[in-house]
Structure formats: structure tokens, C-alpha cells
T-cell receptor, first 113, second 115 residues
């Protein structure tokens, strides 16, 4: 969905490096999410934010941090990357209504050597 | 806690045949249910959702899903499969009385449609 963009799309880094993945959206949604996809494990929630002043841990937040710089921007950081953080990372957004779907970005493929 | 099970890692079907991708859920209370599709090197695309009302929900690309409360299932179906339907399919759930909490996803089912 072009309304949700992620940068970079691909990144190869080394163990111990700090990495930031960025997400921007033009849908005007308050709620933003970071998921991680691994083969056979589906999507697992890392962090989510209901507005600029609200940050919540998800299922697998250890080793990650986030920043909600504005309504439209939500960044995910790996302070010291490790090989088992190699995965496909997705940002998603939704509005505040409980019955609405989430809209996903194209993903960032991260490889940690 | 909410959870979704997709019991089949892989589903193979011949082109033109009907297809079913299975999903069962567990929530306390009533669910909102969603299906997404992921094509290679793409993000997840929304297919359809069940919120309330008619148990048979129609969505994009000719897909439909049937909500069955007694069996806690929400299977995805299509009457006639196309090769282009080959992709990874995810079922997701959210409790209706939980506010707009994040969706909980199943592990995905890979659909392969053979010409």
C-alpha cells in the first residue's frame, strides 16, 4: 500500500551495529504498529502506538526500541543488532475504530551477519 | 488471550477447483476476524473481514469467508482457483470489546494453485 512507506527496503548489517527502520504514512491514522515476520512463525507484534504520546510493548519487544516522532512517523531501532533479528519487518497503521483493518507497508528485509 | 490457528502450512489445489484455507480462533467474547494475502516481495493486503451481521463475507478477488461461531472458525474460500491466487494467506483476530488493539495473526498458509 503506497500510503504506508518503509525505508530502507533492504538492509544488510553486522552484529553489534545500530539500525533504524523508518515508517511513514499518509492515511491520517493515529495507530501504528511494527511486526516481524519469520518463516513458519507468522507475524509477531514488536511495538505499537495509539498516538504520539503512547507507546506499548508487543509480544517480542526485547532488543528493540521505537520512537513516534509525529502522527505520521514511527521508527523501529535495533540498538545492537544480532543475527536472530534477521527477518522481514512490517509497519502497519489503522484508525481508532475497533472493526477496522490494518494497512501494511511493503516491508524491510533485514539481514544481520 | 487471543489466538489464531491455521492448521495447514501448505494447501495445493488445481486451477479451476474450489479452494479452502482454514482458520480457527480463540477469544473471550465476540471476535472481529480478518484475512490478508501476501504475494512474494510484497506487504500484506487486506482481503475481507467479519464484523457483525451475515456470516458469509465477500471480499476482494472473488474470495469469501464464512464465520461459524459454534466451531470458532473463519475459513477462506473461493469457488474456482486461479494460478494467480498462489500466495501466503494470513488469518487475524481481535476481540470486539478490547478497543482497537493490535491484530493477532496466525502463522500463515501457503496456497499453491497448479495449472
Amino acid at each position: 500500500d503506497a500510503d504506508v512507506t518503509q525505508t530502507p527496503r533492504n538492509r544488510i548489517t553486522k552484529t553489534g551495529k545500530r539500525i533504524m527502520l523508518e515508517c511513514s504514512q499518509t492515511k491520517g491514522h493515529d495507530r501504528m504498529y511494527w511486526y516481524r515476520q519469520d518463516p513458519g512463525l507468522g507475524l509477531r507484534l514488536i511495538y505499537y502506538s495509539f498516538d504520539v504520546k503512547d507507546i506499548n510493548k508487543g509480544e517480542i519487544s526485547d532488543g528493540y526500541s521505537v520512537s513516534r516522532q509525529a502522527q505520521a512517523k514511527f521508527s523501529l531501532s535495533l540498538e545492537s543488532a544480532i543475527p536472530n533479528q534477521t527477518a522481514l519487518y512490517f509497519c502497519a497503521t489503522s484508525d481508532f475504530l475497533a472493526g477496522t483493518e490494518q494497512f501494511f507497508g511493503p516491508g524491510t528485509r533485514l539481514t544481520v551477519l | 488471550a487471543q489466538s489464531v490457528a491455521q492448521p495447514e502450512d501448505q494447501v495445493n489445489v488445481a486451477e479451476g477447483n474450489p479452494l479452502t484455507v482454514k482458520c480457527t480462533y480463540s477469544v473471550s467474547g465476540n471476535p472481529y476476524l480478518f484475512w490478508y494475502v501476501q504475494y512474494p516481495n510484497r506487504g500484506l493486503q487486506f482481503l475481507l473481514k467479519y464484523i457483525t451481521g451475515d456470516n458469509l463475507v465477500k471480499g476482494s478477488y472473488g474470495f469469501e469467508a464464512e464465520f461459524n461461531k459454534s466451531q470458532t472458525s473463519f475459513h477462506l474460500k473461493k469457488p474456482s482457483a486461479l494460478v494467480s491466487d498462489s500466495a501466503l494467506y494470513f488469518c487475524a483476530v481481535r476481540r470486539t470489546n478490547s478497543g482497537n488493539t493490535p491484530l493477532v495473526f496466525g502463522k500463515g498458509t501457503r496456497l499453491s494453485v497448479i495449472a
